[in-house]
């Protein structure tokens, strides 16, 4: 990966949350039963597998699907490959990352069982390698496993995938989501947590976390403390993620990736008339034509939107983060989409 491409380079903010290890909230946890109790963890099926991870509820964080039906559903053939997603490219966040750096034992017997139902071809943990404020090497290798370090620009985590070799089928499986289905084989224990970054100048004791799935955003705020009453509470990643208003209302789930407080949102409340710069345009990691469409998404121009490939936005939010107008332009894209996408559905019921 090169630093030539277009994107975005960002600060990345992962300490001390990446050196720290989970804290994680008092709970109950939850088991399940099974017809093979006994089975050595090394003798297991595929098929045992896959039922372990049905029997644990297991849902993937880095897609929300289920893991079962992935694992159930690949068809790698030759040449496949599995590849563990902890790459963690956003500022603060590091929920990913952090099990490869703190719980390497348990990481590595969950891709094991991957590995197993799915025999691919290859196996690796994909991870952002350009992260300068942490204090200690990451790791080169989780047990047998090696570690590919994904370099260039963000959304590095976007272009790596996109980058598979042609013609090789590939899975993509959540360090998260194989640390829990290491907990179904070993105590048959089912997926009632999450893990999730609390972090921000806001917050008094910034921190990975795992939580019951189902806390409160309030409740996670006052495990790890407040310095003051942030301004802005964003969920979700630093940079892809919503602000938010009510944190007693608002629940976490496995794809959540972050909460941040901030003293200050970036905008200030603020933003200002676009002054023609371009630098979304050069920052768009697709190549398209985003202050072009960010005009037509404002008035409501949709045919006209659908001929600058609006469909192709992922939604990275590096366009809003570089307008020095302070327009959050990629909220408006993608509100546009949606509404494109509703006018689809409407006119083809």
């Known amino acids: 990966m090169s630093f030539f491409v277009k994107g975005i380079i960002l600060e990345q903010k992962k300490e001390p949350m990446l050196t720290r290890s989970t804290l994680v909230m008092r709970q109950e946890f939850e088991y399940f039963d099974c017809d093979f109790p006994d089975a050595a963890i090394d003798e297991l099926s595929a098929e045992q597998i896959i039922e372990l991870a049905k029997l644990a509820g297991i849902v993937d964080e880095s897609d929300g699907k289920m893991l079962w039906e992935k694992l159930e559903k690949a068809n790698l053939g030759e040449g496949g490959r599995l590849i563990i997603d902890a790459i963690d490219d956003e500022p603060y966040i590091s929920s990913q990352m952090s099990l490869c750096v703190h719980q390497q034992d348990k990481l590595a017997l969950g891709i094991e069982l991957c590995e197993k139902a799915l025999n691919p071809a290859k196996t690796y943990i994909a991870m952002y390698k350009h992260i300068f404020d942490v204090n200690f090497s990451l790791p080169h290798r989780v047990g047998k496993y090696k570690v590919e370090k ?3 620009r963000y959304p ?8 598979l070799p042609k013609g090789k089928n590939s899975v993509v499986i959540g360090s998260c989501a194989a640390l829990h289905l290491a907990r179904a084989a070993e105590e048959s224990r089912k997926m009632t947590t999450c893990f999730i970054t609390v972090a921000g100048d806001a917050v008094k004791n910034p ?10 955003v309030e409740k996670l705020l006052e495990l790890c403390g407040l310095t003051e009453e942030p301004e802005v509470i ?8 919503r602000a938010i208003f009510e944190p007693e209302n608002e629940l976490v789930g496995p794809t959540t990736r972050g909460v941040i407080a901030l003293c200050k949102s970036y905008s200030g409340g603020k933003s200002y008339n676009c002054i023609g710069c371009g630098r979304c345009d050069h920052a768009c990691p697709k190549a398209l034509s985003v202050s072009t469409m960010r005009k037509l998404a404002e008035f409501g121009k949709y045919d006209e939107l659908r001929h600058y490939d609006a469909a192709l936005c992922i939604g990275c939010g590096a366009c809003s983060y ?3 107008a302070r327009i959050d332009i990629a909220a408006t894209i993608i509100k546009a989409k949606k509404q494109m996408e509703l006018a689809k559905k409407e006119d083809m019921a």
């Open 156 to 163: 590095a985590e976007n272009r790596a995938y996109r980058h």
């Open 322 to 324: 570089v307008c020095p």
């Open 207 to 216: 921190r990975n976390v795992e939580v019951p799935v189902g806390t409160s």
């Open 234 to 241: 964003v969920v979700g990643g630093s940079m892809t993620g």
């Open 150 to 152: 994904i370099g260039g």
